[in-house]
């Protein structure tokens, strides 16, 4: 049987069951991430992080990342398997993030989830990333439906969504430059921490005044972002203490940045909730662990009578669980790839 007939059988024999068993890859980055899911319930997550490898240079070095990506990929996805006590003639589907990312840690990822589909006869479920961490909300909140607002804060992305249903997005303002995640990442950069920044910068600002520092506000932009006026602003502002010999604390300046950052964020946020009349905020991506923004939107929140759903950190960040989940709702959907799928460095975020 060729290929099309294997999962045109595999997809009969589903027909009709909810309890759909898909395994999700995700290599979009630094993380290499194995899951399986049944339905939005996660049986079991894998992450490799390369985290450390690439804290020694500042940053995600893309060649490093690809290559790491190679090393854990077999192991990650064996250990999801083991870990969901699933075998993968027990899967329905193989889902994995298409784009948008690092060109070459997408294809490890792409390259992998293309041969176990090809080998097992599974269909193959191509997921856009950010689609995946606005559905961490789904598994973290097995009552959230659309539609919601989604404020999607990552270290390459910083969106503010409409989602109307299952899939369906329109974005309603996104940044004009910086990605919040990489505003943090450059600010700590200047303050001489490590790579990641954002955790460390929200740490350091819990004992900070985040009055200390005037940081400018962006202009008005309807839902837009910009965070690298504020990059700026704190560069300059760190060399004139430098040069008037006075001694600003690391703590300050951390509180001011990261109150900044949260200060536009959660506005924008607040103004589309209104704007919508929605009743619901999902926050996603790795910015979403900041501790400020997650106290900011649920009094944004209360101001508009809405709820904030906050999935747990190891959802916000880059993982797997998140693709299955997005995975899930396409395979629904009857949305497949064939043996030509590509991965896609910049691609938007779907319609519907
Ligand atoms: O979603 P993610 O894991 O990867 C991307 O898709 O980019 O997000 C990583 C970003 C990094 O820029 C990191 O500094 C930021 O999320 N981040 C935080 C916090 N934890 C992670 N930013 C601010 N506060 C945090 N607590
Ligand atoms: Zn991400």
Not at 56 to 67: K, N, Q, T
Not at 232 to 239: D, I, M, N, S, W
Request: proline share 5%; charged share 20%; glycine share 10%.
């Amino acid at each position: 049987m060729s290929y099309a007939e294997r999962i045109a059988l595999r997809l009969t024999q589903a027909q009709g069951r909810k309890d759909i068993r898909i395994l999700a890859i995700e290599s979009s980055c630094d993380e290499t991430s194995a899951a399986v899911l049944c339905g939005r319930q996660v049986q079991s997550l894998v992450i490799a992080s390369q985290v450390e490898t690439h804290a020694l240079y500042g940053g995600v070095v893309p060649e490093i990342a690809s290559r790491a990506h190679v090393e854990a990929m077999t192991g990650a996805v064996a250990q999801a398997l083991e870990q969901a006590k699933t075998q993968p003639d027990d899967l329905d589907a193989v889902a994995v993030t298409y784009g948008p990312g690092l060109v070459g840690a997408l294809l490890c990822g792409v390259s992998y989830a293309k041969g176990f589909a090809y080998r097992y006869g599974l269909p193959l479920v191509p997921v856009h990333h950010i689609e995946g961490h606005i559905s961490a909300a789904y598994i973290a909140h097995p009552e959230l439906e659309p539609p919601f607002i989604a404020l999607v804060v990552s270290g390459g992305h910083s969106h503010l969504v409409r989602v109307s249903d299952y899939g369906c997005h329109e974005i309603l303002g996104r940044t004009r430059d910086d990605a919040a995640g990489e505003a943090f990442d450059k600010a700590a950069r200047v303050l001489g921490l490590p790579y990641p920044g954002g955790p460390t910068i929200d740490k350091l600002a819990q004992q900070g005044d985040d009055r200390a520092l005037l940081l400018p506000k962006a202009r008005q932009d309807g839902y837009n972002y910009s965070f690298s006026g504020l990059k700026t602003a704190l560069l300059q502002a760190v060399a004139r203490a430098q040069k008037q010999g006075v001694q600003l604390s690391d703590a300050d300046v951390a509180a001011s940045f990261r109150r900044a950052v949260v200060d536009q964020l959660i506005d924008k946020a607040e103004l589309a909730l209104r704007d919508t009349g929605l009743k619901k905020l999902v926050l996603a991506g790795g910015v979403a662990c900041n501790s400020l923004l997650r106290s900011r939107a649920n009094e944004a929140a209360q101001r508009c009578g809405a709820r904030v759903f906050l999935p747990p950190p190891v959802l916000c960040t880059d993982n797997a669980a998140m693709i299955g989940c997005a995975g899930y709702y396409r395979y629904l959907k009857g949305c497949f790839a064939d043996m030509t799928l590509n991965a896609v460095p910049s691609v938007s975020l779907p319609k519907g």
